[in-house]
Nanobody, 127 residues
Framework: QVQLEESGGGLVEPGGSLRLSCAVSGFGLDYYTIGWFRQAPGKEREEISC????????YVADSVSGRFTISRDNAKGTVYLQMNVLNLEDTAVYYCAAGGTYRTLKAMCVSSRMDFWGQGTQVTVSA
């Protein structure tokens, strides 16, 4: 059974950092593309970053490029999202998800192409 569980969310001041974790079970990280997405109140879910199953290549959305970094530890079955220089607009529920492959990693990294989802973890950036 495929399961994903996020952790690491919380309250942080503007300019601060958090590291989110996505623990997966039921499959190896070399089998599915893993992505991070977020949804702020009143907004649609948006993609943040994805990491390829095959070679670990990464896609990062322009909105967080240079501040957020995705990585994985195959041995631990965990994918991370390091978030630096957080600002108020980063406040959202953050989800990790797993999906197959598509033409490009960027094209794959959209909500509708993901098959399995975690429950989400709240990140609140506030002074």
């Amino acid at each position: 059974q495929v399961q994903l569980e996020e952790s690491g969310g919380g309250l942080v001041e503007p300019g601060g950092s958090l590291r989110l974790s996505c623990a997966v079970s039921g499959f190896g990280l070399d089998y599915y593309t893993i992505g991070w997405f977020r949804q702020a109140p009143g907004k649609e879910r948006e993609e943040i970053s994805c990491i390829s199953a095959s070679d670990g290549s990464r896609y990062v959305a322009d909105s967080v490029s240079g501040r957020f970094t995705i990585s994985r530890d195959n041995a631990k079955g965990t994918v991370y999202l390091q978030m630096n220089v957080l600002n108020l607009e980063d406040t959202a529920v953050y989800y990790c998800a797993a999906g197959g492959t598509y033409r490009t990693l960027k094209a794959m990294c959209v909500s509708s192409r993901m098959d399995f989802w975690g429950q989400g973890t709240q990140v609140t950036v506030s002074a």
